[in-house]
């Protein structure tokens, strides 16, 4: 069990740039969740998937932001146009799907728009 | 909506002493799981206890055990013997137990423990 790994761990852009991160879950874990966590703040819910399918998403997440799991395994969140606003750090957890589910974290991208 | 509260934004703790960090939440639902997570500096996020509102028994593990009470809707987190490696950010979370809802966890904003020697 390696856990859940997230890239890149930094992430420097300039405002109006695009920037993609990816999750890569717990082995047998089929959901995901992407977390938004800003400084002195609890995480907050973005969005989440079971497999492939994406099954709810926050009114956190504008349409400059999307998510995709392809095939079940790894996800990606791209943002379009940053803004100075969304600097934070983006934290992915996976869990199997039981109703006595954990989620487990993974270290997190933290993102710097400029 | 479910709402967590984490009223102590920072607490500190000596060393081999205990320290109790408060929660509360807010929901209307009879069926719900509450945990708390750790964050040291730099590091992930790590589940340190769960609780399931239908046990009434406290959960317990190792040096952290919980207070949970139900109908006043508090969940408070024990360390005792504290050790310099508590120090970190603590999270108070509520997931419901619907299952036809996402599984989304609902975080405070967290308590920052201090250990001095």
């Known amino acids: 069990d390696t856990g859940v790994s997230q890239d890149p761990r930094h992430k420097i852009t300039k405002r109006g740039q695009n920037v993609t991160f990816r999750c890569d879950p717990i082995s047998e874990h089929n959901r995901l969740y992407w977390y938004r966590q800003t400084l002195g703040q609890g995480p907050e819910f973005l969005t989440y998937f079971q497999n492939e399918a994406q099954l709810e998403k926050s009114r956190l997440l504008s349409d400059r932001f999307s998510a995709e799991r392809p095939k079940g395994s790894f996800s990606t969140l791209e943002i379009q146009r940053t803004e100075q606003g969304d600097s934070a750090m983006y934290l992915c957890a996976s869990s199997l799907n039981q109703i006595q589910e954990t989620q487990y974290f993974g270290p997190g991208t933290r993102l710097l728009v400029l | ?117």
Do not use: H
Not at chain 2, 14 to 38: G, I, N, P, R
Not at chain 2, 50 to 69: D, G, I, M, P
Not at chain 2, 91 to 114: E, H, M, P, V
């Open chain 2, 1 to 117: 909506a479910q709402t967590v509260t984490q009223s102590q934004p920072e607490m500190s703790v000596q060393e081999a002493e205990t320290v109790t960090l408060s929660c509360t939440y807010d929901t209307s639902e009879s069926d719900y799981y509450l945990f708390w997570y750790k964050q040291p500096p730099s590091r992930q996020m790590i589940l340190v206890i769960r609780q399931e509102a239908y046990k009434q028994q406290n959960a317990t593990e190792n040096r952290f055990s919980v207070n949970f009470q139900k109908a006043a809707k508090s969940f408070s987190l024990k360390i005792s013997d504290s050790q310099l490696g508590d120090a970190a950010m603590y999270f108070c979370a509520y997931r419901s137990g619907n299952t036809g809802t996402a599984s989304k966890l609902t975080f405070g904003t967290g308590t920052r423990l201090q250990v001095t020697l």
